[in-house]
């Protein structure tokens, strides 16, 4: 079955400092990943993707993504962390054996501090 | 604006009281889904729907029908809630194929007392 963790339950970094939040994943064939973020009180909005190509994915609000097969790793990293960067951040496979369903990590709660 | 509409965003209800809510898309998605998102349990898939009148079960259907009668529109249905349901709610779309992800809507919170 396909899955991705997310081994840190919560990342702390001060603000300037670069932030890296990391993810793992288990597919069989071509993965397909998203990282999404979810601020207080709001939906989850779509931060990057990785399909094929460039192993270095570029996103929203300035964040980028590693994609390392070798490793099976599609870790989150932004050069230069802002206090507004502070939510909930997840992410995804998409498994297109079991009709397209995102598999979702458990989440990192990231806290960007002044 | 392309967008997924949930209605309502908080909800408290009582045991056994049918409850619908409603999802909207205006992107003219064929795939659509219903998660669930619990602390500690992350997002859980409950319903997906591939196109109209094609529906499927997720990991937590117990409890929850769907229907997809228009391609807009996909309501989660709880005939009878009970405190277990309590939750956060949200809806997707998505075009079909593995390259696309979701659009989420905005949540709803559900309260079952």
């Known amino acids: 079955a396909q899955s991705v963790a997310q081994p840190e339950d919560q990342v702390n970094v001060a603000e300037g400092n670069p932030l890296t939040v990391k993810c793992t994943y288990s597919?069989?064939?071509?993965?397909?990943l998203f990282w999404y973020v979810q601020y207080p009180n709001r939906g989850l909005q779509f931060l990057l993707k990785?399909?094929?190509?460039?192993?270095l994915v570029k996103g929203s609000y300035g964040f980028e993504a590693e994609f390392n097969k070798s490793q099976t790793s599609f870790h989150l990293k932004k050069p230069s962390a802002l206090v507004s960067d502070s939510a909930l951040y997840f992410c995804?496979?998409?498994?297109?054996?079991?009709?397209?369903?995102?598999?979702f990590g458990q989440g990192t709660e990231l806290s960007v501090k002044p | 604006e392309a967008q997924v509409t949930q209605n309502p965003r908080y909800l408290i209800t009582v045991t056994g009281k049918k409850l619908t809510v409603t999802c909207s898309q205006n992107?003219?998605?064929?795939?659509m889904s219903w998660y669930r998102q619990d602390p500690g349990l992350g997002l859980r898939q409950i319903y997906y729907?591939?196109?109209?009148?094609?529906?499927d079960k997720g990991d937590v259907p117990e409890g929850y029908k769907v229907s997809r009668k228009e391609k807009r529109n996909f309501p989660l249905i709880l005939e009878s809630p009970s405190p277990n349901q309590t939750s956060l709610y949200f809806c997707?779309?998505?075009?079909?194929?593995?390259?696309?992800?979701?659009?989420f809507g905005s949540g709803t919170r559900l309260t079952v007392v």
């Open positions: 992107m003219n998605h064929e795939y």
């Open positions: 990785y399909i094929t190509g460039d192993n």
């Open positions: 995804a496979v998409r498994d297109i054996n079991q009709g397209g369903k995102l598999i």
């Open positions: 597919v069989s064939g071509n993965p397909y």
């Open positions: 729907s591939m196109n109209v009148e094609v529906t």
């Open positions: 997707a779309s998505s075009l079909a194929g593995k390259g696309y992800g979701y659009t």
